[in-house]
């Protein structure tokens, strides 16, 4: 099982970046695929979160509705997570990880990918 998370970098205040979780090793269309971050001193926090591929429903945690989207390439095994408007609250590490529905607590995902930086800084 992988998943392999990409896409982070350095970016201005207001700027956007595209992250990506490209999975492999399990039934794709039949796990909830959640993005994760965890800033330095920080516990990690549930950040968006689509279903599986029956529903397909996404779920965003407060602090980035309306400015961050969740998608799914089925064809790719791959989800993205489009970010705009950043603000330098949001750089973290960002993490991707399947679950069998979506959940905000981090412990019942089973399987995670390594993590990519967001940096939001000017």
């Known amino acids: 099982v992988q998943l392999q998370a990409s896409g982070g970098g350095l970016v201005q ?6 992250l990506s979780c490209v999975t492999s090793g399990f039934n794709f269309d039949y796990y909830a695929i959640g993005w994760f971050r965890q800033a330095p001193g920080k516990e990690r926090e549930g950040v968006a979160c689509i279903s599986s591929s029956a529903d397909d429903n996404t779920y965003y945690t407060e602090s980035v509705k309306g400015r961050f989207t969740i998608s799914r390439d089925k064809a790719k095994n791959t989800v993205y997570l489009q970010t705009t408007k950043l603000k330098p609250e949001d750089t973290a590490v ?18 995670w990918g390594q993590g990519t930086l967001v940096t939001v800084s000017s």
């Open 94 to 111: 960002y993490y991707c990880a399947a679950a069998r529905g979506c959940a905000p607590e981090a412990t019942l995902y089973d399987y």
């Open 13 to 18: 205040p207001g700027g956007s970046l595209r």
